[in-house]
């Protein structure tokens, strides 16, 4: 029962955040709701007995993504845009859009048999760094070193589209 | 009862996952739109770590480590083009970014 009421707690907060960041006029304000909507999902990863998961939601999506985006705002200075709607229809079109793969979504949910409930108090190993780590260097070895290629493209990729060339503009 | 049914996982990341959306079509802001495609990735990733546990398999831990990287890696180019775009346009409003010349 406790579960329950934090599992629907935690939900609400998630969804609130989720909203929040989707309807506030100041980019620095979605961001900051985005960052308690990830570490409301951290939580959850706890929950369903993930821990390492969940740190590292933390430290990458929360810390380390949110500060790119953050800085990225105030560098521009684009906190807020004026209004300018080239397609009078679009929001509410996609407003009626987006309900109705919400319902299809929750409609076709409901249709499956569902395999079973989702234990809440998981064996202390499962989904500790030590078991993540066993796996990715032995069955995921290859994907994890692959995994560092696309760092390193995505760390040049971003130097070469930002770099200004000497003596012209950008 | 420590019990919770999968199905609120799911039709809790579908809600998110539909903000998500939903964002990326009514939102002009381009880093909001990006925001929102953070929020989508984030749905999924609550699936795989809910189906992981119910299953009792590491390997949808390991995917979510994977999707994470790859996200570090989009955000990095992404907010790159931004800027690129923002240099050459002083504007991110996706609406007036509409001709491929510069």
Known sequence: MTNLILFLTLALVAIATALGMLLSKNAVYSALFLVLNFATVAVFYLLLGAPFI??????????????LFLFVI???????LP???????QKPMAIFLSLVLLIEGIYLILQQKMPALVSNNPSADFGSPKAIGELLFSRYLLPFEVTSILLLVAMVGAIVLTVKKKGGQS | MNMIPVTYYIALSAVLFTIGALGVLIRRNALIIFM??????NAANLLF????????????QIFVFFIMTVAAAEVAVGLALIVAIFRTKKTIDVDQVNMLKG
């Open chain 1, 74 to 80: 105030m560098l521009l200075g684009t906190e807020e």
């Open chain 1, 54 to 67: 969940a740190l590292t939601q933390v430290t990458v999506y929360a810390g380390a993504i949110m500060v």
């Open chain 2, 49 to 60: 770590v809910a189906f992981a546990s119910i299953y009792n398999l590491l390997d949808g």
């Open chain 2, 36 to 41: 929102s495609i953070e929020l989508m990735l």
């Open chain 1, 83 to 89: 209004d300018s709607q080239v397609l009078p229809y």
